[in-house]
């Protein structure tokens, strides 16, 4: 049986760069769009065109550099907005308008003082406006999380009839359950007259961490877009992060849904746009994180040495990472350390392996990590004659 794409909706360049102290430059910006082209997305966000000269020309330029993937222009529901995305855009292959409005009772009432009626009326014009310019246009509904869902329903049900393609439906603040922001979709699917002449997408943020759960809920519910970013950077706590929607569909096979992305790019693909942001991945990061598949616990280490499926479910192959780590702690078991000292030449009996053990927890309790050249070390002051098999 064939599975359901979901198409993957990037916007490290658009909303990813919006973190403090990530600007990136347009050359940078080119590479990295290079590279979420290589790796298999679907659409690229490209920038906010009309807030700033250089987010314009860098969107530009990424039109013109991309050849198969559609290139997306964020605007507001202003028709000025709207215009010159359009100019932008106008040498993608494959242009989209990212246009909408905040739509939950909060944002109505006191970010635009205006009523459930008007903003429908802003939203179909906008959208409407942007059809003028594009064939491909996408609607953002600004805080469907917390969005009456009937509202929400009439709001898509008009933009779909106005000619939107795509409906986004943004957790904004991050405030949503999984199966409660499940449900809103599955609600949408089932309610909204044309739903099936869009798109559905998920744009979750991680206020709760919860912004994965959330896409995963909404693509099981009928959404087939997710909107995310490498290492799952982003406003505040930062938005769905690419690499761990891919791999949880890939996981799952259950589920009967997967994404075009080259999973053994993955790694590469977060190294690069942490160094090109000046943003670490923080060690323990799901997929990316230097972390990920290190091991330090014995009875891990024995478990993963014996069968690597025994404490790891992703080959570390598979998202283009070498292989698993043994790290030597005073935490660590003897398979470990005879693991280690096996791949720098010493091939250890069990007396002596007991032996030099005992040397090795002195030695571990007084530092963090046991490196290689500690390994040669400890050996060497055993009380035991080993022969190293590495040709001096």
Same mark, same amino acid.
């Given at each position: 049986?064939? !599975?359901?794409?979901? +198409?993957?909706?990037?916007?490290? %360049?658009?909303?990813?760069?919006?973190?403090?102290?990530?600007?990136?430059? #347009?050359?940078?910006?080119?590479?990295?769009?290079?590279?979420?082209?290589?790796?298999?997305?679907?659409?690229?966000?490209?920038?906010?065109?009309?807030? $700033?000269?250089?987010? =314009?020309?860098?969107?530009?330029?990424?039109?013109?550099?991309?050849?198969?993937?559609?290139?997306?222009?964020? #605007?507001?529901?202003?028709?000025?907005?709207?215009?010159?995305?359009?100019?932008? %855009?106008?040498?993608?292959?494959?242009?989209?308008?990212?246009?909408?409005?905040?739509? $939950?009772?909060?944002?109505?009432?006191?970010? =635009?003082?205006?009523?459930?009626?008007?903003?429908?009326?802003?939203?179909?014009?906008?959208?409407?406006?942007?059809?003028?310019?594009?064939?491909?246009?996408?609607? =953002?509904?600004?805080?469907?999380?917390?969005?009456?869902?009937? &509202?929400?329903?009439?709001?898509?049900?008009?933009?779909?009839?106005?000619?939107?393609?795509?409906?986004?439906?943004?957790?904004? #603040?991050?405030?949503?359950?999984?199966?409660? &922001?499940?449900?809103?979709?599955?609600?949408?699917?089932?309610?909204?007259?044309?739903?099936?002449?869009?798109?559905?997408?998920?744009?979750?943020?991680?206020?709760?961490?919860?912004?994965?759960?959330?896409?995963? $809920?909404?693509?099981?519910?009928?959404?087939?877009?997710?909107?995310?970013?490498?290492?799952?950077?982003?406003?505040?706590?930062?938005?769905?992060?690419?690499?761990?929607?891919?791999?949880?569909?890939? +996981?799952?096979?259950?589920?009967?849904?997967?994404?075009?992305?080259?999973?053994? %790019?993955?790694?590469?693909?977060? +190294? @690069?746009?942490?160094? !090109? @942001?000046? @943003?670490?991945? +923080?060690?323990?990061?799901?997929?990316?994180?230097?972390?990920?598949?290190?091991?330090?616990?014995?009875?891990?280490?024995?478990?993963?040495?014996?069968?690597?499926?025994?404490?790891?479910?992703?080959?570390?192959?598979?998202?283009?990472?070498?292989?698993? $780590?043994?790290?030597?702690?005073?935490?660590?078991?003897?398979?470990?350390?005879?693991?280690?000292?096996?791949?720098?030449?010493?091939?250890? #009996?069990?007396?002596? %392996?007991?032996?030099?053990?005992?040397?090795?927890?002195? =030695?571990?309790?007084?530092? !963090?990590?046991?490196?290689?050249?500690?390994?040669?070390?400890?050996?060497?002051?055993?009380?035991?004659?080993?022969?190293?098999?590495?040709?001096?």
């Amino acid at each position: 049986m064939s !599975k359901d794409k979901v +198409q993957i909706f990037d916007t490290t %360049l658009r909303d990813g760069e919006q973190v403090p102290g990530c600007k990136l430059d #347009t050359t940078q910006k080119l590479i990295i769009a290079e590279r979420l082209e290589e790796l298999g997305v679907d659409i690229i966000e490209a920038g906010f065109p009309i807030s $700033s000269p250089g987010d =314009f020309h860098s969107v530009s330029e990424i039109a013109k550099l991309v050849k198969d993937v559609t290139v997306c222009g964020l #605007t507001r529901a202003v028709k000025k907005d709207i215009k010159v995305a359009a100019e932008a %855009l106008v040498h993608a292959k494959r242009p989209r308008i990212h246009t909408g409005i905040g739509t $939950s009772e909060s944002h109505i009432k006191f970010k =635009f003082n205006t009523t459930q009626e008007k903003i429908i009326e802003r939203a179909v014009d906008a959208v409407a406006y942007a059809k003028t310019f594009v064939e491909d246009v996408e609607f =953002f509904a600004e805080d469907a999380g917390r969005t009456d869902n009937e &509202y929400l329903a009439r709001v898509c049900e008009a933009v779909i009839a106005a000619g939107a393609t795509v409906l986004n439906i943004p957790d904004t #603040t991050g405030y949503c359950l999984p199966e409660e &922001y499940g449900q809103k979709i599955k609600y949408l699917k089932e309610n909204v007259k044309g739903i099936d002449k869009a798109i559905l997408s998920c744009h979750c943020h991680n206020d709760l961490g919860l912004a994965t759960a959330n896409s995963i $809920s909404g693509a099981i519910n009928g959404a087939r877009q997710i909107e995310c970013t490498i290492n799952g950077i982003g406003e505040r706590a930062g938005n769905t992060s690419l690499e761990e929607v891919v791999m949880v569909l890939r +996981q799952h096979p259950n589920l009967n849904i997967d994404t075009n992305i080259n999973s053994q %790019l993955l790694y590469s693909t977060s +190294q @690069m746009v942490s160094q !090109k @942001m000046g @943003m670490p991945v +923080q060690p323990n990061k799901a997929i990316v994180g230097s972390n990920a598949f290190a091991h330090s616990s014995g009875i891990h280490q024995d478990g993963v040495i014996k069968q690597r499926e025994t404490y790891e479910i992703i080959d570390p192959k598979d998202v283009g990472v070498d292989q698993s $780590s043994i790290v030597l702690t005073a935490r660590s078991g003897r398979a470990a350390l005879a693991y280690r000292a096996k791949n720098i030449g010493y091939e250890l #009996t069990k007396v002596q %392996l007991d032996v030099v053990y005992d040397e090795f927890l002195g =030695f571990a309790d007084k530092h !963090k990590e046991v490196h290689d050249a500690d390994i040669h070390q400890i050996i060497e002051k055993s009380p035991v004659d080993i022969v190293s098999s590495v040709p001096s």
